[in-house]
């Protein structure tokens, strides 16, 4: 694939309820913020790197690379197939990788060998034990047109959206190949997961 082809997506949500109203992006792991190393490694796969945030405001991420375009979900109250739906109508790209603003040790190897099983699919996703992984997934713009459709019938979880496209799984064993499935896919919904990364510093990828 072709890597003008692509574009990626930070989903940056809303108000982080479970954190207090603070912007997971800029939360410091390994003395960088969440944001500052996906923009880096996303920045090495693609020129259309976009933030998609619920509202207008516009929050500080940390220390912000000119590259990333910020947008606004157009339909608002939708969480992340409201992300989604943004990414999809604003990326320059025909294949979007999407990924929730809480995950720091996803790697561009990684995120590259999702782009390519994307070619006769709508989505590129991970599954382990614990399920689908959406928001670490790659989306076409064949995706766009039944998504707003959910949108509009409120119809918002995106396991549905999954189980619904034409689908390639990437399973828990081909994830290893790119390290621990568990420090790759791992996220921060609540200070304490913050606090649990620690645990994983030692992990190599």
């Given amino acids: ?16 309820s479970r954190f207090g109203g603070t912007d997971k992006g800029a939360l410091l792991v390994d003395g960088r913020t969440i944001f500052d190393r996906q923009v880096a ?8 790197v976009l933030v998609v945030r619920a509202t207008d405001v516009v929050r500080d991420g940390g220390t912000q690379s000119p590259g990333p375009r910020v947008v606004t979900d157009l339909v608002p109250g939708c969480g992340p197939l409201g992300g989604l739906h943004a990414a999809l109508l604003e ?19 990684f995120i590259a060998y999702l782009f390519s099983l994307a070619g006769e699919v709508d989505i590129v996703v991970p599954e382990t034990e614990r399920g689908y992984h959406p928001l670490c997934a790659v989306y076409t713009r064949g995706c766009l047109e039944p998504v707003a459709a ?13 189980a619904a496209m034409r689908t390639r799984v990437v399973t828990a064993e081909e994830i290893d190949r790119f390290g621990d499935r568990y420090r790759l896919l791992a996220n921060v919904n609540t200070p304490a ?4 990364l620690e645990a994983l510093q030692g992990h190599e990828l």
């Fill in 41 to 48: 490694e996303l920045s090495s796969l693609t020129g259309d």
């Fill in 193 to 196: 997961e913050h606090a649990g």
């Fill in 1 to 16: 694939m072709r890597q003008s082809t692509r574009s990626a997506a930070i989903l940056a949500g809303g108000l982080a």
């Fill in 150 to 162: 959910r949108l509009a019938g409120r119809r918002l979880a995106m396991r549905d959206l999954v």
């Fill in 91 to 109: 990326a320059r790209g025909d294949t979007v990788f999407v990924i929730a603003c809480d995950m720091p040790y996803v790697t561009a190897p």
